[in-house]
């Protein structure tokens, strides 16, 4: 699988795929062929691009899926998004997506605690005309988000963000992206079921079929975080201020649509 490919290997000869493996639909073969039928021919050649950087990483793993993507761009292109956020960019994937989606004069907030995966995948950004879209941030997120609020000029000004850095402090980003974020903007928190293990009750047994998805080790750090995905939520199910939609699209994606 692409998404085993170690840096230092060889090119692989065929378009390397990202993250074939991150989908909880049954069918392995069905996502191939949403991906072979639908995605891929239509992917921008900049993303091509960036997928061959990125799957020598060795964390390529972390990077979003391309129907995830392709989704994502049409969403912000339906919510005439202009000014973003991304919290959480690895090589720039799903950044990459985004500042293809948005207009010329469009722009991305963009918070990583390490430039050095971002600098991997800029000069993609620089030959492809988007660079001057994007507004990137280095640091742990919680402090450059309380910073912002703090000193500048951005509470309810964001069209849409998305969350994907550290899982556990997801609540926390919550509670500041709501305020950057406009009436009826869009907020994206990624791998909300969490390869599907969100419906194992805490201290019990994994099922033989949630095996079979993830054949590695299961440590408690990533049972800690199905536990707080599975509190999370619970949160944002019962959150007033918000309309939600979780959708099962790769890792699971829910949507929120701030309302209040
Ligand atoms: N959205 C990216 C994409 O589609 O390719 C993938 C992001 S990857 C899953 C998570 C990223 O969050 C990593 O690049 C990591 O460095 C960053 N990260 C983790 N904890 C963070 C924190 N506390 N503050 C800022 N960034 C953080
Ligand atoms: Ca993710």
């Known amino acids: ?44 050649e900049a993303m091509k691009e960036l997928r061959h950087i990125t799957v020598k990483h060795p964390r390529c793993f972390m990077a979003a899926a391309a129907d995830q993507l392709q989704f994502m761009s049409m969403l912000l292109k339906l919510i ?25 004069d469009g722009k991305v907030l963009a918070i990583d ?38 000193k500048e000029e951005h ?21 500041r992206v709501l305020k950057l974020v406009r009436m009826g903007g869009v907020i994206g928190y990624d791998n909300t079921l969490w390869g599907g293990f969100v419906v194992v009750p805490p201290g ?17 750090e990533f049972l800690k975080i199905k536990d707080l995905t599975v509190e999370f939520n619970k949160f944002l199910a019962a959150d007033p201020r918000v309309e ?3 959708l099962s699209i790769a890792d699971g994606f829910t949507l929120c649509r701030r309302i209040h």
């Open 155 to 175: 509470s309810g000004s964001f069209d849409f963000a998305f969350v994907d850095a550290d899982k556990i402090n997801y609540i926390n980003y919550h509670e």
């Open 113 to 150: 605690i390490n430039r050095k995966y971002f600098d991997l995948g800029f000069p993609v950004f620089q030959k492809t005309g988007v660079a001057h879209k994007i507004d990137f941030r280095e640091g742990l997120a919680l402090s450059i988000l309380d910073e912002i609020l703090e």
């Open 80 to 104: 005439n998004a202009r000014k973003t956020l991304e919290i959480g960019v690895f090589t720039g994937s799903s950044l990459l997506a985004t500042a293809l989606a948005l207009p010329e």
């Open 244 to 246: 939600i939609c979780h």
């Open 204 to 220: 019990e047994p994994i099922p033989e079929e949630l095996l079979k998805i993830k054949p590695e080790p299961i440590t408690e």
């Open 1 to 44: 699988m692409a998404s085993e490919a170690r840096v230092g290997e060889e090119e692989p000869k065929q378009l390397p795929v990202i993250n074939e493996h991150k989908t909880l639909l049954n069918s392995e073969a069905l996502y191939q062929y949403i991906l072979e039928t639908s995605v891929y021919p239509r992917e921008p």
